[in-house]
């Protein structure tokens, strides 16, 4: 497969000539790379592309676009140990630079340099092996100078960037039917449309490949990455990082860490059993609060219920709804 059939790729995707010169002097370099180690394109594993970024570091081009870069490149090859290297570096790649940002907002600067003392924020791209390492120092002193219910309260607004686009179809169908629970069923059924289409395509569901247990297990419980109301709450539980690997692992260790999706502190799960503070996974909710209160128009609290950080088998949260939206959807009942 040449550059060439990659650049391609590229135009077909409408990306404008300046980016596709940029993707190809990236690649280059990193064809170069991979000839220095006696590998190609047809062998490029996740340890490569992580050898490569961290050469990237060294060089100042770690930006998020040159990821993107070799993101498409691991597309264009249909290789997943580049899509899943480069996807461990993009997704949550904002949560260090947002914590440090949310610390000076909210308690001010002074606060923040005691919290990052002798501490630097990582730079994008750092080895996902690294992060737990300086997530534990910095969760440890928060917790420590906050304490426990003001630091449930920090990490409940979440540390992810906020991605307007995704919630406007939700907004929409809300504001149309004016029923949480036939949205429920709605944001089910997509979910399951989504992954049936990865499966059939062999291709993957943003990091996971899914198989036809992954769909089964999917399909029969509306309460993952959707949710089932009961009264004025809903209950739901995140789908697993690695679906397929929780549904077969046997190790616990091994199991939470194919469970865990947060970059700062999964990879931790291979050597302990509780390697931060449950506080921390109250951040999940943030993400999930930022979802509702688009959709929904109206401030939601999100309750961590469970996780795998607290021993459970999932993480799982509970959305407690206003009493207007409980409302609407009695008085708008789905013929």
Not at 13 to 40: P, R
């Amino acid at each position: 497969m040449t550059l060439s059939k990659y650049i391609e790729y590229l135009t077909q995707k409408n990306i404008s000539s300046e980016k596709c010169e940029a993707a190809l002097s990236l690649m280059q370099d990193f064809e170069t790379y991979l000839h220095s180690v006696g590998a190609d394109a047809r062998n490029i594993t996740y340890d490569l592309v992580q050898n490569f970024v961290a050469q990237m570091i060294e060089r100042r081009i770690n930006t998020e676009q040159n990821f993107v870069y070799i993101l498409y490149y691991g597309y264009y090859l249909n290789n997943f140990e580049i899509i899943n290297a480069i996807m461990e570096i993009i997704d949550g790649g904002e949560m260090f630079p947002n914590l440090s940002k949310q610390l000076i907002a909210k308690f001010g600067q002074n606060f923040h340099d005691e919290i990052f003392t002798d501490v630097e924020l990582p730079p994008l791209g750092t080895h996902p092996k690294k992060k737990p390492e300086i997530a534990k120092i910095l969760v440890s002193r928060i917790i420590d100078k906050l304490g426990p219910e003001k630091s449930v309260q920090f990490f409940k607004t979440g540390l992810r960037d906020k991605y307007p686009q995704a919630y406007v179809k939700g907004h929409e169908t809300f504001k149309k039917l004016q029923n949480v629970d036939e949205l429920l069923k709605i944001k089910h059924q997509t979910l399951v449309e989504n992954l049936t289409k990865c499966f059939n395509e062999n291709s993957l569901f943003f990091t996971q490949p899914v198989t036809g247990e992954v769909l089964d297990f999917v399909k029969s419980d509306q309460s993952i990455s959707a949710g089932i109301r009961k009264g004025d709450t809903i209950y739901m539980k995140k789908i697993p990082y690695m679906t397929n690997k929780v549904l077969e692992e046997t190790d616990q260790r091994k199991r939470n860490y194919y469970v865990c999706h947060n970059p700062m502190i999964r990879e931790a799960f291979l050597e302990e059993d509780q390697p931060i503070d449950p506080i921390f996974c109250n951040c999940s909710g943030g993400f999930m609060k930022n979802y509702w209160e688009a959709v929904l128009d109206c401030e939601v609290d999100v309750e961590l219920l469970d996780s795998v950080m607290m021993g459970g088998k999932f993480c799982e949260f509970a959305i407690h709804l206003p009493s207007e939206i409980v409302e609407k959807t009695k008085n708008h009942p789905v013929v």
